[in-house]
């Protein structure tokens, strides 16, 4: 038989198979793809619009880092095919989060493992937002027919297809499986049928493989079904790098001066819940996030609002912008109060704590001191007494730093008292401006650049894990002297970003 009339009766027969395995698959109701415009998924999808079937293609990918290589072409493809195509993007901020969700779902640090599975994990949430409750997935076509590279040094690439498609109930489809169903998802897998597996295997080479072209039958019946050759024949981009989530990990990783990914990974496998000690200031938003950067699950704010506002532990925060700002963090709020007299004062945040470790299982505390020892002291004493960790991460940090760390990073926070710095700074935001003059009243003066000595108080209304922004509506200033006064909220309310 020439090569072409083989070439043509083989690409009749997959037709007939994967027209079949589409349809034996699909459900009733709308479904979705797990979709980045690759050969695999573009084919699945011409498919099912031949097919009339109902459903859309979803495409997770990290945002912030350049455009992946798979956005272009997953939009191009959908384009053609007049498909929708559902994005599910996963900000930097977002990124230790999802990576914890992870690692806790496939039980794998495996930088390769976890950034594979970062894409379908953020595509499957997307689809189940939607209403979705199955998704089809390419997985197998790499398996069948020869689209690893390892296939071209392979002495027999159906005793290598065979290897392959039986490791993957172990370490493919389980990693996907876990993800979709912890979902509540349905994954199903049109490749991996028992008749497209053995007509796979009895295919000879070369409609598989020929020099650097791989899954040649794929490509060669996706452009006689009128796939554009650009797609048709798009070479391979592993899901890690054409989402971009390899390298979000690298660049967290790198920040986190890890030593590599997998070290840096493996952080996450057992990070233990902790509680984050807040008084909705600039300090403890900003060590609770550089906690959520590492990993640690802050499970819940510990708020302690004592009576007296000369308090030597804690300011006095408004009980309802906290409540405000646990909504916006999505973090549940322990709240104690406290006469706030000397040393007694503790009593009341060894009450919360003593709350949030049996209520939340709490191992470990979070504070955002930056210098005060009187402070720090105290807290790490009655951590110990109650076996909680406690981790400072703001500690020694230089204070102009702190301030241009928060600007830059996306904090949003204001002036709320002052008790050393004129009264004209009550209610300003801190920008870069701010900053510049914070540090030249610090030379100028001996002033705490942060107000660690006291000299002023703030309020966050916004940050990078906040999932809204506090918006003030109207607050006033009750005003004591030229160097002492604080703002009172009298309307705010959360607001989409």
């Known amino acids: 038989m020439a090569d072409l009339e083989l070439l043509e009766k083989s690409k009749e027969m997959l037709l007939k198979l994967l027209e079949g395995s589409v349809q034996s698959n699909a459900p009733k109701e709308e479904f979705g793809i797990l979709f980045s415009g690759g050969i695999d998924s573009a084919l699945l999808a011409l498919?099912?619009?031949?097919?009339?079937?109902?459903?859309?293609?979803?495409?997770?990918?990290?945002?912030?880092?350049?455009?992946?290589?798979?956005?272009?072409?997953?939009?191009?493809?959908?384009?053609?095919?007049?498909?929708?195509?559902?994005?599910?993007?996963?900000?930097?901020?977002?990124?230790?989060?999802?990576?914890?969700?992870?690692?806790?779902?496939?039980?794998?640090?495996?930088?390769?493992?976890?950034?594979?599975?970062?894409?379908?994990?953020?595509?499957?949430?997307?689809?189940?937002?939607?209403?979705?409750?199955?998704?089809?997935?390419?997985?197998?076509?790499?398996?069948?027919?020869?689209?690893?590279?390892?296939?071209?040094?392979?002495?027999?690439?159906?005793?290598?297809?065979m290897r392959l498609v039986q490791l993957l109930p172990e370490?493919?489809?389980?990693?996907?499986?876990?993800?979709?169903?912890?979902?509540?998802?349905?994954?199903?897998?049109?490749?991996?049928n028992a008749e497209i597996l053995k007509f796979a295997l009895s295919l000879p080479k070369g409609l598989k493989l020929s020099g650097q072209r791989n899954k040649i039958i794929l490509r060669e019946l996706a452009l006689s079904l009128g796939l554009p050759k650009e797609l048709a024949e798009r070479k391979k981009v592993a899901a890690q790098y054409g989402s971009n989530f390899d390298k979000g990990i690298g660049r967290l990783a790198k920040k986190a001066k890890a030593?590599?990914?997998?070290?840096?990974?493996?952080?996450?496998?057992?990070?233990?819940?902790?509680?984050?000690?807040?008084?909705?200031?600039?300090?403890?938003?900003?060590?609770?996030?550089?906690?959520?950067?590492?990993?640690?699950?802050?499970?819940?704010?510990?708020s302690i609002i004592p009576k007296n506002p000369d308090s030597f532990m804690y300011h006095k925060p408004s009980l309802e912008i906290l409540k405000m700002q646990?909504?916006?963090?999505?973090?549940?709020?322990?709240?104690?109060?406290?006469?706030?007299?000397?040393?007694?004062?503790?009593?009341?945040?060894?009450?919360?704590?003593?709350?949030?470790?049996?209520?939340?299982?709490?191992?470990g505390v979070c504070s955002g001191a930056l210098y005060s020892t009187y402070q720090r002291d105290r807290i790490q004493k009655l951590c110990e007494?109650?076996?909680?960790?406690?981790?400072?991460?703001?500690?020694?940090?230089?204070?102009?730093?702190?301030l241009k760390m928060l600007v830059d990073s996306g904090f949003v926070f204001i002036i709320?008292?002052?008790?050393?710095?004129?009264?004209?700074?009550?209610?300003?935001?801190?920008g870069r401006k701010e900053i510049a003059e914070l540090e030249e009243l610090s030379r100028k003066k001996g002033i705490h650049a942060a107000g660690e000595g006291g000299e002023f108080e703030s309020m966050v209304l916004d940050a990078p894990n906040f999932r809204q922004r506090i918006a003030i509506l109207s607050m006033k200033k009750n005003i004591q002297s030229e160097l002492n006064g604080g703002i009172e909220i009298e309307g705010a309310e959360l607001e989409s970003k």
């Open 385 to 402: 007494g109650l076996g909680l960790e406690l981790f400072s991460p703001l500690w020694h940090m230089d204070q102009v730093a702190e």
């Open 171 to 192: 370490n493919d489809l389980k990693r996907d499986l876990a993800i979709a169903s912890s979902l509540g998802l349905g994954l199903r897998t049109p490749y991996l």
């Open 47 to 161: 498919l099912c619009k031949r097919a009339g079937l109902k459903f859309s293609c979803f495409f997770g990918f990290m945002q912030g880092l350049g455009e992946p290589k798979d956005l272009a072409f997953a939009k191009k493809a959908a384009d053609f095919l007049g498909v929708g195509l559902v994005l599910a993007p996963v900000p930097m901020e977002g990124l230790p989060k999802l990576i914890e969700e992870t690692v806790s779902l496939i039980g794998s640090t495996n930088p390769v493992q976890v950034s594979v599975a970062m894409p379908l994990l953020a595509a499957c949430r997307k689809a189940k937002d939607t209403g979705v409750k199955t998704v089809f997935s390419g997985m197998g076509a790499d398996e069948l027919f020869c689209g690893y590279a390892k296939f071209r040094n392979a002495r027999d690439i159906a005793f290598e297809s």
């Open 259 to 302: 030593g590599g990914k997998r070290i840096f990974l493996d952080g996450f496998a057992k990070r233990p819940g902790i509680a984050a000690l807040f008084s909705g200031g600039k300090d403890s938003c900003l060590a609770l996030w550089m906690m959520q950067q590492k990993g640690f699950s802050v499970e819940c704010l510990v």
């Open 326 to 363: 646990s909504e916006a963090l999505g973090i549940p709020l322990v709240v104690e109060r406290t006469a706030g007299e000397k040393e007694k004062e503790l009593a009341a945040l060894k009450k919360a704590l003593a709350l949030a470790k049996k209520r939340f299982k709490i191992t």
């Open 416 to 430: 709320s008292k002052v008790a050393g710095l004129n009264k004209d700074w009550l209610g300003r935001r801190i």
